[in-house]
């Protein structure tokens, strides 16, 4: 059973940065983190579920919610099986708890953040971003 766990969440203050970490382990099969596109979502207390970045499996393609753009930014490094959340000028809404997902998916280039239209294989536990002066 392929497991993702997220790290490198915590309290920060308005303005700084913080790099989440989402790695994964115990594939049973050659389709390791490679063969996935991966999301990140977040959830706010009383709020649903949304989408905040997807990166494509090659790492060409990227999505990002407007709420995110020029300030978050995704990598991934198929070699250790883990992609990275970079998150700068953080500011209060956007603490969270944040998400990783994974999809596995024949296209290079695709990836999708779209929670209603996309079932994903597997989910984090989730690591808690605090954004607090």
């Known amino acids: 059973q392929l497991q993702l766990v997220e790290s490198g969440g915590g309290l920060v203050q308005p303005g700084g940065s913080l790099r989440l970490s989402c790695a994964a382990s115990?594939?049973?099969?050659?389709?390791?983190?490679?063969?996935?596109?991966v999301a990140w979502f977040r959830q706010a207390p009383g709020k649903e579920r949304e989408g905040v970045l997807c990166?494509?499996?090659?790492?060409?393609?990227?999505k990002y919610a407007d709420s995110v753009k020029g300030r978050f930014a995704l990598s991934r490094d198929n070699a250790k099986n883990t992609v990275y959340l970079q998150m700068n000028s953080l500011k209060p809404d956007d603490t969270a708890i944040y998400y990783c997902?994974?999809?596995?998916?024949?296209?290079?280039?695709?990836?999708?953040?779209?929670?209603?239209?996309?079932?994903?294989?597997?989910w984090g536990q989730g690591t808690q971003v605090t954004v607090s002066s």
């Open positions: 997902a994974v999809k596995r998916n024949l296209l290079p280039d695709f990836c999708s953040m779209e929670l209603r239209k996309t079932q994903y294989d597997y």
């Open positions: 115990g594939f049973q099969s050659v389709f390791t983190l490679e063969y996935y596109f």
């Open positions: 990166i494509s499996r090659n790492g060409k393609s990227s």
